[in-house]
């Protein structure tokens, strides 16, 4: 399908990467129907004409000489989805812990996360980069890790991300306090060692050294401040993170309010809500995005729309582990951005953002008037804009101006035959199977399905010892976590 030489983009691990400026160069997406929800609900034959990783032109354009041309006749061009929360510390976890709560799964999650290799961290990464490419999704925010970091971590999730070809930004995931939400009643924090609080001074050395290190060659990869989640944080940390953010342009992404525990801890803390404290500490703006926002009060709805804040909903993890359901309805009312997300392999088992699509459209037709429903239209808007929006980056659009982040999809497959309504059809009927390539940033990363830009086989060869080795070096973790576990039963 490709006429020119992909080979040479394929990401040598040693070699390192070829910027995506050299790699961008130019291409043509020939012949395909062409959707920009934000234009036209039906899409149109057209091309599209991509420099230096950014459309440049979409219409009836004539090939240049010597110009790479994907030939897309009977594929249905539309933007790369953006999975805005994810974890790729929890890729190994699909299908664990059925039926656990909250805290029951965090402890757990401990003992699969923690300690990973840096060869590890990037298999990780490329596993879910491998499942998020067949499913359609071109870029992700990566809450990453869920323990204290340093710079080898930070290095080796960077560097992975690199490899894989898709945009990520990655969350600089820190608690510099207490995980109190998810110790059982009278148990030692000290007892939970990988859980310590990193120090703020660490963070204060570490974070800027990753943004000047990372967030500055590629436009694929950026970083950004990260809380846990706010109430784990102190004054000062959040405070360090709005100036940093603010400093370098950065976003600013967290958990918030996942589980009613963590809202009832915050009034008895602070007297007011998450959100009313980071609201009296004057560190909200539009750079923040919050994962689940489930336990919300109104007055924080009107915070999120006054700020500009941007929520990230998590349909199915929420769901997995009976966390609650967000107000989807009333944030869209009051005019606050939502992005979408699949949350970790450990909360969802899986990446696919379809079904978080096709989720986030059905969770309140049951207990809504027709007229609050989330229309397939929302859906998609929060996969595309929304976490645009989220990753404050040109995405999630085919136009000129904005990033080339592009899926394929065959026309010749069940969930798309006939063309009756495409949005509906990629929320409702589609589950990512129509997915043939991806080009993200210009550069084609999977063709006819086989990924490009790394060799899939030695990922699965690769990890195939992992669970076992983690179990033995984490023994003690495992061993607490099943204490933790049987004292919350
Ligand atoms: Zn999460």
Known sequence: MINSQLASQSNGRSSGVPSDKAAGASLLVRGALVLDPALDPDPRRRDILIRDGVITEIGEIAPEPGIEIVE??????????????????????????????????????????????PEEIRLTVLLS?????????????DHFPGQRFGMAEMDAVLGAWRESGLRVMLGMRFFDDEFGDILPEGMDAGAASVLKPQPLGELRALMPEIVSRWHCCENRLTVCPAPSHPD???????????????????????HLLETRRQADMARERFGTTSLGRLEALGVLSDRWSSAHSIWLEDDDIALMARHGMIAVHNPESNARIGAGVMRTPDLLAAGVAVALGTDGVGANDNLAMHEAMRAAALLHRTSEPRARWVSAGDAFSMATAGGARAMRQPIGRLAPGYRADIVLCNLRSPPLTPLNNVISQLVFAETGASVETMIVEGRVVMENRRILAFDEAEVFAALADVPARLRARNADLFTQAERIVAALA
Request: glycine residues 6%; contains cysteine.
């Open 72 to 117: 897309a006749a009977g594929m249905l061009a539309s933007p790369g989805l953006v999975n805005a929360h994810m974890h790729s510390q929890s890729a190994l976890m699909a299908g664990f812990g059925d039926s656990l709560s909250h805290p029951a799964f965090m402890w757990l999650t401990q003992a699969h996360t923690s300690r990973l290799t």
């Open 129 to 141: 980069a491998i499942q998020m490419l067949r499913t359609g999704t071109s870029a992700a925010i």
């Open 232 to 254: 784990r944080c102190t004054d000062a940390a959040l405070i360090f993170s709005a100036e940093l953010a603010a400093k370098h342009d950065l976003a600013i992404h967290t």
